[in-house]
């Protein structure tokens, strides 16, 4: 009888219910439902719909009841960093921030200039990359402007913590997305004690940390009573990069991963952290992965540039381009080499994509992109450059030549950015599988279950059971 495992990966943009099996040795996949994200403004912030996530969450599992396939397990992960507050009465106490949301400018440097805490001192405590969004400088934002709700919380859960706890009634926070809080200690890998308290957080809200592969249990009876069914929640390498690195078909220890989807993490597996001096001056992230592993990488802006290029086209008649569509009007301009810094901050959410590139161009004495091409192409030789020196400052820093690159997720469906990026790092890029993120979180569920034997053998059963492109530099 076949064993299902259902993956429930939702990103910045959009959602899906992914089941996973395995047969004649190889792992199968079926999409369920689908469901779009979208932020929205409320009181003066950016925040998501947390609610209506969670209807989609039950209603994907009403739909695997409707198609007759009932998973015997699963999981969910989702974007880092953004994290909702439980009160004592175990419900939610305010809205689930974004981390687009402008509330945390600035904080970091109030932190430097009050001698608090100097960012050289957290880094090496944490291993964290400095990313103004982090988890710690929104706890501190949210102290500034309604400390009653901190005062009022028993627990912080992160975004996936708190749709699985909404699902069985367990409250647990889980290694991977705990470490991007920024307030996890690299090497003991437990809360920073010492840094919570400088930082005046109530350290009663961060609950004991739980590994991938940690079994929640079943539904709670409301829960059972909305979908029909009663499935056994395992926790997942809940954050989305973590999912995806578990799912990179490496061939050897030499390869550069690379999740790409609305940001693109690049970088490699490390059984330690670096917390030195240069890995912080080329703001490299620690990470905490599957069975303690460290991905060490750094986050880049990503097709998030793109996809909103795509909306600020939309027709008289709301009919999108299509990517295919773009990628052809780029190709034209192969003349065209402007170059931004894809990861400025400028991009995060700026009311024009298209018109902050153009001005980004202006402000560097450049080329003004003018087409939906020059655009276009200004993106994507800009994405592939970041890549190449990302690549460099990896090498650097670890003493060692990487062979690949190896790309997950959506973006690895890009072949005209593959083979940008495989031209500009000098590297053959192996793209696949899509569905990176998904996978990952269903081989979780899969060795826990103990249908696969170890990660190895997991990621060799990907590559025989998913189509990887090699795309040669030019």
């Known amino acids: 009888m076949t064993k299902y495992h259902l993956a429930v990966d939702i990103g910045a943009s959009s959602g899906r219910h992914i089941i996973g099996w395995l047969e004649d040795g190889r792992i199968r996949l079926k999409e369920i439902y689908r469901f779009e994200n979208r932020l929205m403004e409320k009181d003066g912030h950016l925040c998501w719909d947390i609610d209506g996530l969670f209807g989609h969450i039950l209603a994907g599992i009403r739909e695997c009841g409707k198609q007759g396939i009932i998973p015997e397990t699963m999981g969910i992960d989702t974007w880092a960093v953004d994290y909702v507050l439980i009160g004592r009465d175990g419900q939610r106490i305010g809205d689930a921030a974004a981390y687009r949301d402008e509330r945390t400018n600035g904080i970091r440097e109030e932190?430097?200039?009050?001698?608090?805490?100097?960012?050289?001192?957290?880094?090496?405590?944490?291993?964290?990359?400095?990313?103004?969004?982090?988890?710690?400088?929104?706890?501190?934002?949210?102290?500034?402007?309604?400390?009653?709700?901190?005062?009022?919380?028993e627990r912080m859960l992160m975004i996936p913590d708190y749709?699985?706890?909404?699902?069985?009634?367990?409250?647990?926070?889980?290694?991977?997305n705990a470490t991007t809080t920024a307030l996890v200690n690299a090497k003991t890998k437990d809360w920073d004690d010492e840094l919570i308290e400088k930082l005046g957080l109530p350290r009663r809200i961060f609950n004991e940390i739980a590994m991938p592969g940690t079994v929640l249990g079943g539904f709670t009876e409301e829960v059972q009573e909305k979908t029909g069914m009663n499935i056994r929640v395992i926790l997942p390498a809940t954050h989305d990069t973590g999912s995806a690195y578990l799912a990179v078909p490496a061939r050897d220890d030499n390869a550069i991963f690379l999740s790409s989807g609305t940001w693109s993490l690049l970088g490699v597996e490390n059984s330690e952290p670096v917390t030195s001096e240069e890995s912080m001056r080329n703001n490299f992230t620690n990470e905490g992965g599957y069975a303690y592993r460290f991905r060490y990488l750094k986050n880049i802006m990503g097709l998030w540039m793109i996809q909103n290029i795509r909306r600020e086209l939309k027709d008289e008649q709301g009919s999108l381009p299509s990517f295919p569509q773009l990628i052809k009007e780029a190709e034209k301009c192969s003349d065209f080499n402007a170059l931004v810094d894809v990861d400025d901050d400028r991009f995060l959410a700026p009311d024009s994509m298209i018109e902050e590139v153009r001005k980004a161009c202006a402000d560097t004495d450049q080329k003004i992109p003018q087409t939906t091409g020059e655009i276009m192409r200004t993106v994507y030789i800009s994405l592939a450059d970041d890549y190449r020196r990302a690549i460099d400052a990896l090498e650097k820093i670890n003493g060692r030549k990487y062979t690949s690159i190896n790309i997950v997720g959506g973006g690895s469906q890009d072949m005209y950015l593959n083979q940008l990026t495989a031209d500009a790092a000098g590297l053959p890029v192996y793209a696949g599988p899509t569905e990176g993120t998904a996978l990952g979180n269903l081989l979780v569920q899969m060795l826990e279950e103990k249908e696969i034997a170890s990660l190895q053998d997991a990621r060799n059963m990907i590559r025989e059971s998913f189509e990887i492109r090699e795309v040669k530099p030019r």
């Open 163 to 176: 749709l699985q706890y909404l699902l069985t009634g367990k409250a647990v926070q889980e290694y991977t």
């Open 111 to 153: 932190l430097e200039n009050s001698g608090v805490l100097r960012f050289a001192d957290h880094y090496s405590s944490t291993g964290i990359q400095y990313q103004k969004f982090n988890t710690v400088y929104q706890l501190l934002a949210l102290k500034k402007e309604h400390p009653e709700q901190l005062e009022q919380a």
